[in-house]
């Protein structure tokens, strides 16, 4: 199947199975040997069914599809119902001859708007087919190892025009120099944001989402992070960083990465 198949069946049964609430979805899209790697479920097939059934208020809405020539699709958007306020975030699908066979997310408690007046989800949703979606990867990527990775902040003015950057996170406002002096302060503070390694990345024309796996104040965090580059420049981030149980703590066997 080709990306944009996977993207729509993915949509068809994230939909199918979150706003309609019809778990035939998992025996219509869903491989019987699914893997869950998320930390709200328990056990693959049966934690969705019983994950639906408990929430009976639950929907969704999509911001953004993304879908990798490497079978990753990723979902960006809204959930209200799973939890007592709403969640935003990223839910990422490994699609493999046609069925789902795999999944990881991050969800985060939906913020008000930041200073520069921004939503987690506001901005560009459609992907623009006619950029290379490997070179834009290939340069995240680097950028990610030496700047975040690395902890070399300066990445961020190097791997973009110095001065665009749109901000999404609630925390920060739009411009590269308030996203460094928010990163030194927390590492001042003692409660830098650390990052060892990137474990998937899903690519679309300008739009390339990382997964990561890191730690702040010690605590284990998923990086979910979703960069718009345009004209081999840096100039957009939503993201969603949930801290997330270690392997042993977690309520299934899969591990959360």
Known sequence: MSKEQNKALVLKAHNMLFSDKDIKALELYFSPDFIE????????????????????????????????????????????????????????????????????????????????????????????????????????????????????????????DGKTFYQHSPDIGDGVQPVIDFLEQLKADGSALHYDKIHRTVADGQFVLTHSEGSIAGARHAYFELWRVENGKIIELWDSIPAVPSDEDAVHNYGIF
């Not at 493999?96 to 506001?122: C, F, M, Y």
């Open 37 to 160: 790697h998320s930390p709200l479920v328990a056990d693959g097939i049966p934690g969705l069914k019983e994950l639906v059934a408990s929430c009976p208020d639950m929907d969704y809405k999509v911001s953004r599809v993304l879908g990798d020539d490497n079978g990753l699709v990723a979902l960006h958007g809204r959930f209200v119902g799973l939890d007592e306020n709403p969640l935003v975030g990223f839910d990422i699908y490994r699609v493999e001859n046609g069925k789902i066979v795999e999944h990881w997310d991050g969800l985060v408690a939906e913020a008000e708007k930041n200073i520069s007046g921004r939503t987690q989800l506001d901005g560009p949703t459609e992907v623009d087919s006619k950029v290379d979606s490997d070179t834009n990867r290939q340069l995240v990527k680097k950028f990610f190892t030496e700047t975040l990775i690395g902890g070399d902040y300066s990445g961020f003015e190097r791997y973009s």
